[in-house]
Nanobody
């Protein structure tokens, strides 16, 4: 019954910024670790950012560290991903995911709930 709905994707020029949002329902949001994954055509899904439910501890993929920022607003049941200094290689479908665990594991199978994804396309 849990549902995650992403929004905020779109077309942007290299060097530009986007803010992705993911609204969760049907789960105890404040007790779930939230993550953003992305998947480009022909590539496997990879985790780009995670924020734990325990003290909001964060981790990022090396490829996005310093450019992307993950945050959450428990009052709004929403997790955000601020994407800055975007590059063409950031082009992918971005997915929101949730797990009851407090983990930094990048393995997709750790996550129990997934959104449908939002497309981010960065032009060169």
């Amino acid at each position: 019954q849990a549902q995650l709905v992403e929004s905020g994707g779109g077309l942007v020029q290299a060097g530009g910024s986007l803010r992705l949002s993911c609204v969760a329902s049907g789960l105890t949001f404040s007790r779930h670790t939230m993550a953003w994954f992305r998947q480009a055509p022909g590539k496997e899904r990879s985790r780009v950012a995670v924020i734990k439910w325990t003290r909001d501890r964060k981790d990022y993929a090396v490829s996005v560290r310093g450019r992307f920022t993950i945050s959450r607003d428990n009052a709004k049941n929403t997790v955000y991903l601020q994407l800055s200094d975007l590059r063409p290689e950031d082009t992918a479908v971005y997915y929101c995911a949730a797990t009851r665990s407090s983990t930094f594991s990048p393995i997709p199978s750790v996550y129990d709930y997934w959104g449908q994804g939002t497309q981010v396309t960065v032009s060169s």
